[in-house]
DNA sequence: CCTATATTTCAGTAAGTTCTGAAACATAGG
DNA sequence: CCTATGTTTCAGAACTTACTGAAATATAGG
């Protein structure tokens, strides 16, 4: 009796264990892909700390857990939330705040993709305009047809067309549902 | 006569003057783009520079009108190339190196996804199947069917299928032409 | 109102990155 | 072989970003 409680005992800490093996490769790996993404890899690790617990943690869970600071853990917890990729979860009776992630990675996806369509896309293809503007032949009379002028044009089009279906491919993913983005992907798949 | 001729330069050199501020404006804001997705500002104002001239810059070129150093221009010009992004290209009777961009901005985007998807997507898919295996019932007998294992297992799952379509959008526009990318791209949008 | 607990803020510091300038190197041409 | 011209390298400086730890703030519950 006491020996069995003793081997399931083992065995479960044995599963947990291997449980937090997979969930600190899992955490390291999605860090080490944030930095070079442009987003700072404490965010990135709390972030896939919570999403792979599929539990909500609270902030000295990933303080202890990432080896950081309250400071850090606690301004980092609001950028995600911030951002919208992690919510507040409130646990009752408890006083402390707990994160969980959105569950839906496709959803995650379109979150982060309309702020950066919005924040770094718009701001380019809006420059792009603006330039094209400023050689207009209106602006410059006959010299636009000059030769110099003309290569610039054509290069500023040869981005623009770039951008801009980008930019419609963006903002369709960020205006679907989870469902309408899975036929919007077999299509293209099918296409491919 | 003479009259004439000072007219036709002021206009000439009013040509050129809106051209530099509309190549500044372009350039500027490349390289803002460039900073937040994990390029160095100088390097994306380099290839910008490089990119709406439409003709070789050499390193003092650069120097001079980005107002960097010559071991700055020098180290980031060969990192573009190593890149593939801009090109040596000789000037017969020239001492000097010149540098010119890839034209073709779709051909730009395949060359740097393909390095991203190979530097930064491949290795999240492997960490994930790596867990996938760990989590394994061959590894974990009966206690594979715990809720907590169950739990990871569902958002390693999440996230497998989200990577592995992504993978497949980008594989695909790395193997694809301009002519192929246009096609995808068509069929994508009438989709949408 | 007070205490215990939880959270946020922020000045100072650590770590990381980018850049400069000068020296070393390379080479074409006399 | 020497000089003139151009390129690369790299140690240290300048700058930027990320993090800590402690103090300030907030608030539940007695």
């Not at 083992?10 to 899992?26: A, C, T």
């Amino acid at each position: 009796m006491v020996v069995e409680t003793v081997v399931a005992e083992q065995k479960k800490s044995g599963v947990e264990e291997q449980l937090k093996r997979v969930q600190d490769e899992f955490i390291r790996r999605w860090g080490e892909m944030g930095q070079t993404w442009g987003i700072n890899r404490t965010m990135a690790e709390i972030h896939a700390l919570c999403y792979i617990t599929a539990a909500p943690q609270c902030t000295d869970d990933v303080m202890e857990r990432l080896n950081i600071s309250r400071g850090n853990a606690s301004m980092s917890l609001r950028a995600l939330c911030d951002w919208g990729i992690i919510r507040r979860y409130h646990k009752r009776g408890e006083r402390r705040e707990y994160f969980e992630s959105l569950s839906d990675v496709w959803e995650m996806f379109s979150i982060i993709a309309a702020e950066r369509k919005r924040r770094e896309m718009d701001p380019v293809l809006e420059t792009i305009k603006k330039c094209q503007a400023m050689l207009d032949e209106n602006n410059l009379g006959a010299a636009a047809k000059s030769e110099a002028v003309l290569a610039t044009r054509r290069r500023l089009e040869g981005m623009e067309e770039f951008m801009s279906v980008t930019n419609k491919i963006f903002a369709a993913f960020i205006s679907n549902t989870r469902a309408g983005l899975n036929k919007v992907v077999k299509v293209l798949l099918k296409a491919l």
